[in-house]
Structures are given as C-alpha cells and as structure tokens.
C-alpha cells in the first residue's frame, strides 16, 4: 500500500466524520464476518492490521496459534451510504495474516489471492461477472414455510410491486458502493429476483459479492421483508442459481477470443473449458455446498445437470453465449452450477484451477451436446460421454476428497477442514425425519 | 503527479524536478535555479526530456532560447503536445527575438528578457509556480457540477458528496485535470495506476464504470468511451 493511499483512506475518516470503521472478512463457509474500530485505531490498522483472536470464526481455528492479524485493504474502502451523516460509518474488506505478517492459510480471500497470483504467472487475469438469483419472503417464522411477497411472473411490470422497489434501491446502494450492475429483473418464480453484475478481476468481484449478499439482505431487512440466497427454498419451483461469467485476459485482449473460430473461442478458452468439464465433480461440493443445494440441480428448472457444454442450451453445465456486435472483450464461457449460498473466494479459487489445469495440459474439448439432455435416458448419455455431476453433497464429498485439484487449489488447512465440517452437516441431515418420509411411510408401513 | 501542500518557499517545489535547456545549462542560469532552491535537469532535447522524465512528471521547464532558437521551441513543443502535457514551461528570449513570442502562445507560460536579472528570474519562477506553493488554486479542480479538492482527497457532484475509493478517486483527478483529451488505456494504466501495477488494461474499463455509476445516470457521460482509443473526460476540444 502507497502512503498516498492511506492518506487517502485517514482523511477521508476525518472529513467524512465516519464514526465505525467496520474491518470485513470471510470465514471458511463464506459468511461475512466483521468487528468495528473507532477512526483513531484507523492508521494503526492500516500500518500493522488489527489483531483478533481467530478460534470463533468458522475454519480459523487452530490448536496453538489462535491469534490472526486483519491487514485492511486500503483499496477497498468505502464510506457505507445507509447510515446516515451523524453516524458515518466505513467497510474495508480485510487479508488475514499470521502474527508474523505471512499469509494465513484459513483465510478464503487469501487462498483466492494464491489462486489469482499464480494464474498471473502464467500471464492471465481471471474476471468474473455473477448473474446472483435470490428470493424475497416475508420474514420467516421457525419451522414454517417461507411466504411469497408477490405472485409475479418473469419481466413483470407491476409499479405497486414492493418487491420491485427494494431491487431498484438495492441496485441504487450498489452502484454507490462500486458494484454497477448490467441488468436486473423479476424471475420466473414467483418473489424471485436476478440482478447481474458487471465484470470485474475475481478478487474485486468475489468482495463484490460478500458486499451484494450484504447489502441485498440489508434493504430486504430495512423493509420488514427477508431476502434469501438458500439455493432452492420452495419445493416445485426453480432454486436460486448464480450462474458464472468466465473469461481470462491477457493485458487487453481477451484470451478466449478467436475470430477464427466459428464460435469465437481460442484454443485457450477450449481448454480451460474441458478443464471445467473434468474437474466439474470434484469442484461441486466447493461450488454448492449445501445440503439443499442439490435440490436445485435436479432435471426440469433449467439447472444443469449434466457435465457438457453447448453454444445455446440451457440444460448443459458450460453454455458459450453469443456476444452482442462482435464484441470481443464479451467473449466468455457461463458455469451455470454454482450457488449463491457458496463461498465465493473459495468458489472461484477451484473453478479457476481447473480451468488453468486444462490449459497447462492442453484439454481435448469433448463434442458439444446441443439436443436437450433431461429428454435423454441414461443409456443415449452414456452412450455421449456424459457424466452427472455429484447427486447429493455426501456424492460431492467424496469426489472432492479424492481430488489432487482442490486440495492444492484450497491448501490442507480448509481442505481438511472444509471436509471434515461439510461431513458434519450431512451427518445432521442424514440423522433428520423429514415431513417427506413421514408423509409417505408413517401410514403405509 | 506531486501535490504537496507545505506553507511557501520553494521547499514544497523539492520533490518535483524542472527540465531546463540548453544542456549543459549556462553557469549563470544553474546557480539562478540552485540558489532559488529548484530541482532540475538540463535537457538537450524532447527526446531527452522523455527519457529522463521523473515517474511524477516534469514539474515545469525553463527553456533558454537566445542561442538556439529551433530546439529551444522544439523541445517546448514537444512538452506541450503529449498525453499529459507538462504545465508551467518559462521561456528565456533575448530583445531581438521577441516576435518570436507571438503565435506561440500555447507553449510557454511565461517568459523573461536575456541577459537575465538573477533576481527577476527568480520572481518570474515564484509566480510561476505560486498556485503550487499557497495551494490556493491547484487544490480544487472543477469541472461541470463536479469538484475535486485535492488537498482533502474529498469529491463531490452538484454539492452531493461522491463516495470513491482511492483507485476511482486517483482515475478521476486524472481525467477532470485533463479535460477534453482523449487517453487510452495503456496511457491512464501507466499515469494512475503505475508500470507495476499487474491487473491488466480491463481494470481501466471496471473503474470507469464505477465511477459512471456513481456520478449517476444522468451525467455518466461525462466521461466517454472513445471507439477503439480510449476515455475522454468532458468534451472535447474540437466540438461546438
């Protein structure tokens, strides 16, 4: 960091009067995490980090050494816009550190920084833009199914609709916390909304998501109205997706891009697809890993199933879209598995790995599966080459637990224990009765 | 681009380096500048005011043009018609030359009468450059309904206070202080960012969305994309 920078960043403390500077990171299953400090502990932060004793966040925990260092990133600081003036108050988003200032392994944002670097070295910057789908419900009660706030349909225009407001001043907060948005709309499902972000670097744009769960969540909340990003909260009707935008740079042109190719695709982008495609499995439960994840990528909801690929359908795992205009820089490919409940620091750390995996190895690209996959039985797939992806979290597991990838692309420490506590959870859910089973067996048995 | 703020004397001048021509700079002129307190480099030409060009740019020129008229106006040329020009160029002309001024009032700021006055040398360089040394002036930059004071690092559009982060901020004190010239973005990467920095020239593009964003639907063309060159803050010098 510059000193400029952090002149930069204390002045704007004293002249905005901000009262909380609010140091954010991320635990291990991509929850944000957050302790104020007041404007005078600011430099000392920004010159030595703060430290805090890291044993109560998920995944930081360590038998001896518990004490970490939060190192703001100046770059990233931001005066809050809905806190009004008598109480400024700031976010910056935080690296964590050992006390000794190196890197601390349990830390997602740095165990992306790793991935990023070393893609980097290779000459490539990664950018990613999230399509993030999420539902608005009146605010839940325990034990009872979630309320839908309208009845709309997709592209609904109804101005009275509340939920429509609190999307336009969700996207209006974004757009002043550095966050613009390409489009945004109503989704299929009734109270489901799409609000899609510009392309960013990985870095910039997985703390753009953090800030976005955030945010979404804030307004929602301001409003007596909850927002959620559970990947398939209503049984029968289409989950929440976040689908990804990928493309890699190398300086100004965009290394996926071939005028050459009838799909405008370089040979890079073809292999850093067929690594996606073989690695696939093994980043899932990273991807979505929750237990109710797996309700989503179910056949019928335009959720992929199916690890393939195809210029235009929507059931497959990599869609290539078509630019508008012979844009160049829009040339991209879109993993539509992902969830908006992952962690995205860890999410874009694994998806980046295998990608950069298929292109060191120079990945043959399988055929393309352009007919609809769900109206295929399992034989004409098998006979295509075409795998599944993981069917529960337990499946997704276990193909992560065998996988070289992961394990390096994460580093031991949240490969252990991301395993350990995910095996955990589905240990819970594996113990649970649910309304399902005594619906069906309580009377019949 | 240094903007240091310490109260008079040439003292804040003592991070910023002046091109001075002919090379080498006549004795009288070398201790003129030395004894004013300047920082500078003699120059024989454009070419060679690139090359040695400190990271921050050129604070200013003093160029000699009694003995060697051609170059000595060359090089201003060439100071003037860059990406960033160089501001605050003092030209030094001798009686007979005087006409040489006319028509050539966009390469110089100020000028002084060889043989030189050590001391009037020395009041032309003060004023020359006392928008740097009281701040009075150089510290807001105004374009529009937009003002950026520089001193405080605080911006704001219509008397709304912007919220930037210190890359936005740095990106658009760039721009408001040129306005109407087109950058690409090679040429914004290396002048805002820096040669080190690694993100590659996409990052130009994510922050001037950012920063479209938050001046506001309205005035997001305040800065605009310039087909297959790059930005343009305001508008351009060629328009009506």
Redo the contacts between chains.
């Keep these: 960091m510059n000193e400029q920078q952090r002149d930069y960043v204390l002045r704007t403390v004293e002249e905005r009067g901000i009262r909380l500077v609010r140091l954010w990171f991320t635990d291990v299953l991509g929850n944000l995490k957050s302790f104020a400090i007041s404007p005078a502990e600011m430099e000392n932060a920004l010159n030595d980090g703060m430290s805090f004793d890291g044993s109560s966040i998920d995944g930081y925990s360590r038998v001896q050494e518990s004490d970490v260092l939060a190192i703001p990133d100046a770059n990233t600081f931001e005066v809050l816009p809905w806190v009004d003036a008598k109480g400024a108050e700031a976010r910056v988003f935080c690296d964590i550190a050992r006390l000794d200032g190196t890197p601390f392994d349990g830390d997602p944002r740095q165990v992306l920084r790793r991935n990023l670097e070393s893609a980097r070295k290779k000459g490539y910057s990664f950018y990613i833009a999230p399509d993030i789908e999420y539902f608005y419900f009146a605010p839940p009660v325990a034990g009872q199914q979630p309320v839908l706030l309208d009845e709309g349909g997709f592209f609904d225009l109804t101005s009275t609709d509340i939920a429509s407001s609190l999307r336009k001043e969700t996207i209006r907060t974004l757009e002043t916390m550095s966050i613009p948005v390409e489009y945004s709309f109503h989704e299929d499902a009734p109270s489901q909304h799409e609000i899609d972000l510009r392309h960013t670097d990985a870095l910039a744009m997985a703390d753009s998501v953090m800030t976005f769960r955030f945010v979404v969540k804030e307004i929602a909340a301001l409003h007596n109205v909850h927002a959620t990003f559970m990947p398939k909260p209503l049984e029968n009707i289409q989950g929440s997706g976040m689908h990804l935008h990928l493309s890699l740079f190398t300086g100004e042109d965009n290394a996926f891009h071939s005028a050459d190719d009838p799909y405008n695709l370089s040979p890079t982008a073809k292999h850093f697809m067929a690594g996606l495609l073989r690695h696939a499995a093994e980043i899932t439960a990273v991807t979505n890993q929750t237990v109710n994840s797996y309700k989503r990528l179910v056949p019928g909801f335009e959720a992929p199933v199916h690890i393939s690929w195809a210029r235009n359908n929507r059931s497959g795992l990599v869609r290539v879209p078509i630019p508008k205009r012979q844009n160049e820089s829009a040339t991209r490919l879109e993993y539509r598995s992902p969830d908006p409940a992952c962690n995205p620091y860890l999410a874009f750390s694994v998806i980046l790995a295998a990608g950069m995996r298929g292109i060191e190895e120079q990945y043959e690209l399988p055929t393309e599966a352009d007919a609809n996959l769900f109206e295929m039985d399992d034989e004409m797939l098998a006979k295509l080459g075409i795998a599944q992806l993981p069917q529960s979290l337990s499946e997704a597991l276990t193909v992560m637990e065998g996988s070289s990838l992961v394990a390096e692309a994460l580093g031991d420490h949240i490969f252990e224990w991301f395993l350990r506590n995910k095996r955990d959870e589905w240990r819970d859910y594996k113990t649970h009765i649910s309304q399902f089973e005594l619906g069906r067996y309580l009377r019949s048995t | 681009m240094s903007q240091s703020s310490t109260n008079g004397g040439n003292r804040s001048m003592a991070d910023s380096l002046l091109a001075v021509f002919p090379s080498p700079a006549p004795i009288d002129l070398a201790r003129t500048l030395d004894l004013a307190g300047y920082r500078w480099k003699a120059v024989a030409s454009g070419a060679e005011a690139a090359k040695s060009e400190p990271t921050d740019g050129w604070a200013g020129a003093v160029v000699m043009c009694d003995d060697d008229p051609e170059s000595g106006w060359a090089l201003c040329r060439s100071l003037r018609k860059r990406d960033v020009p160089v501001q605050r160029v003092l030209v030094m002309v001798n009686g007979t030359q005087l006409a040489d001024l006319e028509m050539r009032d966009n390469l110089f700021d100020e000028f002084c009468l060889t043989p030189f006055h050590p001391r009037e040398l020395e009041a032309r360089l003060r004023h020359l450059f006392w928008t740097q040394l009281t701040g009075k002036h150089e510290m807001l930059v105004e374009y529009g309904g937009l003002v950026l004071n520089l001193e ?3 911006s704001s559009f219509g008397g709304q ?1 912007l ?1 930037l ?5 740095e990106l658009l004190k760039f721009l408001a202080q040129n306005p109407g010239k087109v950058f690409s ?2 040429i914004l990467l290396s002048r805002v960012w820096g040669y080190e920095y ?6 130009v ?2 922050h001037i ?2 920063l ?3 001046l506001g639907e309205e005035h997001a063309n305040l800065i605009q994309t310039v087909r297959s060159v790059g930005y343009r803050f305001g508008q351009s010098k060629w328009s009506v």
């Design positions: 405080t690092y605080q206070a919220d982060t210190y890359m936005e901020y973005r090679e690694f993100g590659g020239a996409r990052t593009d994510v969305r950012r479209r964003a938050k």
